[in-house]
């Protein structure tokens, strides 16, 4: 029996000593087990934040290059209208007021101020671009008739089906 005793007791501190290694064992697996996890939560944030950092950028590259494109659009459009302008006037110019009393001999006439073709055709443009539910423009002494007459004839403007004191520009962007 006391064999049996003397046994039994190494085993029991065997088993003890055991469950002391496996107590740290588990203490040192839970420690290592929570660095994992603070490390995973750290690349997590750091990934997160890196992200954030790109697509900042990026989106700030693509604003920058529409307003390239809109400053290069605007430049583009100046140049256009001065071209356009320059033709106008050396092509079309406003009648002269000598022209003018020559053909009707009519002193009586009030001195209307008029538009140049270029001025005419700006103000067509900026009401279809404005307002192209009502594109039409009222016409006053100020449009010379025959540039009125030359842009009908040449299908640039139109007249109102009821009214035809309104003309519009014909929408050749549609």
Known sequence: LQKVKNDLEMVLSTVRSKNKKLEEDLKREQQWCEEQEQMLDTLSKTEEETKTQFEEPSTKRGFD?????????????????SALGEFLDEHFPLPEEGENTKKKNSSAEPAVELITIQEFLEILINKLMTTPHEPYVTINESFWPPYIELLLRCGMVLRHPEDPKRLRLEAFHK
């Open 65 to 81: 290059e529409l307003q390239n494109k809109i400053m290069k659009l605007k430049i583009y459009k100046k140049e256009l209208l």
